[in-house]
């Protein structure tokens, strides 16, 4: 009983989000509106975030769509970390119904503080463009849809993070304090510490190496401008 208890404290720890996005929808500019659903964002080992999408699971959510398909389909996304802000984002009700109720959402955030979103629907099935009959060369002012997409069922998606996590700095400050310690120590004839650099300093060194090489995993492009000029 007690394994069983740790393991769902344990799995509660890791997988709650860290922070989310209550999203909803409008197809009349915000007169009325629905839960669209939640975007859960974790924050990985490097200091960037992954999302996932959690829908309302709303059953009629295509039927309302095919309803006002020549409309504008507007988001509205508010974080919990930002009590009180609005984000809007916009796309066409058609589009969603081509795309089979797919949802992909670019979530663009500066830590826990989220900067902008935006819904695109599937990119592939979006550009099925069904022709004008009297312009063949134009697409459909009115919504055109093809025989197979699906207008039930609740909205399916998946979120992309653009974030840059932040690094530590190295604590240069301690080593420099550390240097004029052991300086005024031995002014004042103190013991000599006969360690080695290395063996003395290795605690402030290695966050300098580690620092300077996460810096250059994570900017390959910088080095890679500097090696052609």
């Avoid at 960037?48 to 009629?60: I, R």
């Avoid at 580690?210 to 390959?220: D, G, H, K, Q, Y």
Wanted: net charge neutral.
């Amino acid at each position: 009983m007690k394994c069983c208890l740790l393991f769902l404290t344990f799995s509660t720890i890791c997988f709650a989000a860290d922070w989310t996005i209550n999203l909803e929808y409008s197809l009349n500019d915000f007169s009325t509106s629905s839960p669209l659903g939640t975007i859960e964002l974790r924050r990985n080992y490097d200091g960037n975030y992954t999302g996932s999408f959690k829908s309302s699971q709303e059953k009629d959510f295509g039927k309302k769509l095919l309803e006002a398909k020549d409309q504008t389909y507007s988001v509205r996304a508010k974080s919990s970390t930002q009590p009180g802000q609005e984000f809007l984002t916009t796309s066409k009700a058609c589009l969603l119904l081509r795309s089979n109720l797919f949802h992909l959402f670019w979530v663009s955030t500066n830590g826990q503080q989220l900067q902008t979103i935006t819904v695109f629907p599937d990119p592939v099935a979006s550009q099925n463009q069904i022709e004008d009959p009297e312009n063949p060369q134009a697409p459909s002012k009115t919504c055109q849809l093809p025989s197979n997409h699906v207008t039930s069922g609740a909205p399916s998606g998946t979120v992309t993070v653009s974030t840059r996590g932040v690094l530590p700095t190295p604590d240069t400050a301690s080593f420099v304090q550390r240097i004029e310690q052991e300086k005024r120590a031995k002014q004042h004839g103190a013991d000599a510490d006969n360690r080695s650099f290395l063996a003395k300093y290795w605690m402030y060194i290695l966050p300098v190496v580690l620092f300077a090489f996460l810096s250059n995993a994570v900017n390959p492009e910088n080095q890679e401008g500097g090696g052609q000029q």
